[in-house]
C-alpha cells in the first residue's frame, strides 16, 4: 500500500463515534499501519497508526518516528499525518509532543501559548531555505484541547485536501524533505526552544554530550590477534534509526536472494551470504543531508574490518555501505575503493554499479 492510498482509505472509513475494537475497518487499518506503508518510508523511520484509546479520537492520525528523537510521541519532536475532524483534509506536520506541558499547564490557552511560543523559537533555529515552504497552519476543525494543542505545536507543515490529494511520489517527496526538517530540528539544544524562560546568547556547543564516552577509548591494539579480541570485547553503541535500517534492509534483500545475518558478527554491522561468497556490510545515517562524514566513516570501518577481522580466514569479503539516503558523487568515490554502496531512495532501495551488478538493488 502506498502512502496516498493509505491517506485516502482512511479519509472514507473512519468513523469517530465508532468503538475502537477489532473488526472497525479503519481502527484495523491504523493499527496495521507499521505493515501497510513501513516499507515505504525514509530509512530507519518508523511508523505507527492512531485512532484513540477506548473511544475513537476525532482526529485519527499516522505518527512518523526517527528512532533516535523519540518513539513516543508524548514528548520530543516527530512528523504526523493528522486528519481534520471532518476528514476533508490531512496536514503532515513536525509536531512537538504535547502531554509533557499538558501535565505541567493543564488544558487551555496558557498551553496553547506555550506551544505555539515553543515551535515559533524552533522555527527560528532552522534554516530558512530547509522550513520556507512549509508555513501552512493546520486546523483541524475540532474544539477538543488535543486537537488544539496539535494546531498550537505544529513546527513546520502541509495541508493536503483530501479530493485532491496529490500523486504518491509528491508525498514521499515531501515525507523525505519533511524527515530532514526533523532530523535538523532534533539536533538543536532543547532547553533554546521548549523551556519557559529563554534569555541569553543562544549558542553552539560542537563535540561530545558531556558524560559521553567513545567506546574505543584507550583502545591499542599491538597484533592483530589483540585487535580482534579487544574490538570483539567492546560495546559499540548504535542508534536506533541505525537499527531500524538493518531491520528494514534485511527482508528486502533476502528477498533478492542473500541471506542477512547480524548474529554474531560483532563488531561488524550486517553480513550478507549467498552462496560461497560473503559481503561485509557496514551501516550509516547520513545526518543534516551532509554525506561526507557518514562516507569517511563506512569507508575506514570496512576496510580497517576487511584487514584484521579476515586476515585469517580464505575468504575476502566484498565491501557494502548502507546509507539511509543518496551519497551523490561519493558512491563513485566508494568504487574507486572497491566498495558497493546502497541507500533507500523514494520507490525504493537504489545503489552503486557494483552493487547492481551483485543484485543487491535492481538497475534503473
Known sequence: MDIRDLLLQVASTYDSKASTTAGIPAQDLLRAVP????????????????????????????GVFNPDVT??????????????????????TLQQGVTRLHDELKTGQKLRARLEQNAERLRRQLPNELVKN?????????????????????????????????????????????????QRAATIEKTLWYESKHVGVEIEYVGKHIGEVDPLDGFRPKSDSD????????????????????ASFGPYVADRGFKPVTTGVHPRDLVLLKGAREWLVEVKVVKSG??????????????????????????????????????????KYLESHGIASVWKALDGWEGSVSA???GLVPER
Do not use: C
Open 290 to 331: 551532509n554525506p561526507t562524514q557518514a562516507v569517511r566513516e563506512a569507508l575506514a570501518q570496512l576496510l580497517e574490518y576487511r584487514h584484521f577481522l579476515y586476515v585469517e580466514q580464505n575468504v575476502k569479503p566484498s565491501l557494502v555501505a548502507l546509507f539511509t539516503e543518496s551519497i551523490g558523487v561519493y558512491a
Open 134 to 182: 512549509w508555513s501552512d497552519r493546520p486546523s483541524f476543525q475540532h474544539n477538543g484541547w488535543r486537537a488544539l494543542a496539535y494546531e498550537a505545536s505544529s513546527v513546520a507543515a502541509r495541508n493536503y485536501e483530501v479530493a485532491n490529494m496529490p500523486p504518491e511520489s509528491a508525498l514521499r517527496k515531501d515525507l523525505w524533505s519533511m524527515a530532514e526538517i526533523l
Open 227 to 246: 585487535y580482534i579480541a579487544e574490538i570483539s570485547a567492546r560495546q559499540q553503541v548504535k542508534k536506533r534509526r541505525h537499527e531500524s535500517l538493518i
Open 71 to 92: 518513539r513516543d510521541p508524548k514528548e520530543n519532536l516527530y512528523l504526523a499525518y493528522i486528519f481534520a475532524s471532518d476528514l476533508e483534509s490531512v496536514s503532515l
Open 35 to 62: 505493515d501497510r506503508i513501513g516499507t515505504v518510508m525514509p530509512a530507519g523511520m518508523e511508523v505507527e497508526g492512531y485512532g484513540g484509546k477506548g473511544g475513537a479520537t476525532a482526529t485519527p492520525w499516522i
Open 356 to 358: 547492481v551488478s551483485w
